[in-house]
């Protein structure tokens, strides 16, 4: 058993459940909400697990580190989060709509992982500028936000599919509510997962800042939901408006994690 | 109108202006949107790089724009100053009016509260004086202690807490303040630069990254020794530097430094950041004689003529290159040294370290060889002195504690209303929150559902 096999199921798994929240949320039937539930959970113990057995793997082979740092483990990692936040959010918010395209974003981000040519699973050393325990909270915060960013995404993508429809329930209502309340947990994971970047890189390099591009777009990100908060709260501004704002965050989010690799910067080992 | 009152008209303007979200708006916009310039278009390269990629046209308007150097321009500066006006302005709008509503008190109003969010209502045993004892005792570790009011016959019980969290915005402008004010201290007060330092040697100017100017560091740095180590694989394991700082004419501190782990003294630090082999200044060279075939060690000095026994002539080893190309074959470490033979005839040598017979294929009536020299390194310290940054990390703590209590605190208000009903007494619960109010809602119904559990009538039971 190896963790890339273990990834390589917890996909499968993934693709599955996110299939079940579909069926049962276009046939409106809940006989599929208890499966369709448990094979998320089963799909977030293996990836669990494949992400605890590739950190064990890495001290087999002497190297010993925790797997946070190429684009390999922060994929298994995202698709952890978000599948790990999304069971959160259904079992305080009883909200299993956004089910579906959560789940597949776990699903995309373990597919690339193992699929994609470009994507090394290859355990490999740590360079001399990520030995460090800034590596861990930095990473694991940073990703924290994204997955809150996805399922907000996920959420005011359903809103606004369903804006044409009259809401008899109240559910657009919970909709908006709850994708405000993970960009807002989006947000604060944001901030921190820069901050402790920016400590890192003052311990490492001795400067906190230095506009090197991923940092930048980071800013940009934080930047655009700054300014959804700030109408939201302050001018109140909901539904369709501030769900648009969201896509456009969270276009920006991916551009931070995978667009960046494009251009030329400190944090290229991530490609 | 008088000269005052125009006045007066344009400062209140002014200040509806800064004090605008939509200023804040437009500004966090543009500065989203600049910011994407910086990470497409290189910045601070070289002008030949622009110009080739740009033209000649598209690069005067980029240049008068300073898109090169965009993140430190006039423009986008402009823009972050903006951004603080702004933050100050409106936290001196909102500031004081916010600070009275947290001074205040619990506006005892039932009316207020019936228009809020409202749990079930629950049936329960006793009298609405004895059920409002017992549920002022039950619900105050989850509401707030209880002031209660008499409203006919019923009992009204009211609690609130967290209104000081209606202060937690302040408390992240503050933090973004702080931010751009250490930002700006260390622009001003602080410097980035760099030492090399050869092993066994000590230095006590900085190179400043932008200027090429000197600073002065007050003390010196030694370094006793550096080392690099290597993966299997080829990559770089670990570079370390020992480092001493002398001062006042004593060792007064040392450090082993690697990356990620650097010295710190007096506000200045000192971070690994690149090494390299300082060429020696002498070494022993081997001259041979093809006449006698005896081969005589001499050492020598770079830059200084060496007699040749057997009067062949002079060599003086001109310089030590690292990596030398000999006819576009790349040879390795090098020395280049001149030649001037018996008559005064002057050749150019290249004397590869690694291969000792290179200089025999040039037949001459003497052959040079590199013995031994002193190989040692340098080692690259990135020097910093940034006295803002204690500002920004307090900046740091500041707006994750305040985006915490902003986004997940709220003040909460709860009022509990005891009827009195058939059975005994009706219980409902309301609840208002200045945001969040699915939040509050869930608050509200699982504390109903957990009072009627624990409180259900056995009577009600027996019936089912």
Redesign the interface.
Known sequence: MTSSLLISIATFVYGLSALLYFCAWIFKTEKLDLPATGLAATGLGINTAGFLLRWSESYAIGIGRIPLSNLYESLVFYGLAIAALYLILER??KIRIAGGFALTFSFLALAYASLSPNVGSQI??L???L??NWLTAHVMTCFVGYAAFTLSFALSLLFLFRSGKEDSDGSA??ID??SH?MI??G??FL??GI?TG???A????????G?D?KE??S??TW??Y??LI??R???GWNGKKTAILSLVGFA?VMFTYFG?NL??GLHSYGA | MNKKQVEKGLVDTLWGVFSSVRLSVIVLTLLAVTSIFGTVIPQNAAANLYLERYGEAAYRVLHFLDIFDMYHSWWFQFLILLLGINLVICSMDRLPSALKIVGRTQRLNPENYRRALKGETLKMEGSPAEVAEGLSLRLKAPMATFTLVEEGEGQLLFAEKGRWTRLGVYVVHGAVLLLLAGGLIGSLFGYEGYMNITEGQSDQTVILNNSNATVPLGFQIRCDDFAVSFYDTGAPKEYRSDLVVVDEGGEVLSKRIVVNDPLRYKGISFYQSNYGTVPPESASFVFTSKASGMSYPVDGNFGKPIPIPEGLGTFTPLHFINNYKFRGHAVGATVLGVLKKKGGEEVRLALPIKSPKFDRMRRGEVTVTVGEFENRYYTGLQVTKDPGVWFVYTGFIFLIVGCYITFFMSHQGFMVEVTPDTSGSAVTLYGSVNKNRLGMEMVIRRLTEKLERETRIPERQVVK
Request: no cysteine.
């Open positions: 305080l918010m490999r050393p360079m001399p500028a030995k460090s209502f919970d509510e709850t309340q807002l947990l947000f604060l901030s921190i901050i920016a400590v890192w003052n311990s490492a390099w001795g400067r906190y800042w506009w591009p930048t777009w800013l940009i930047f655009i700054a300014s700030h109408v709260l302050v001018r920006a960046v251009l030329p």
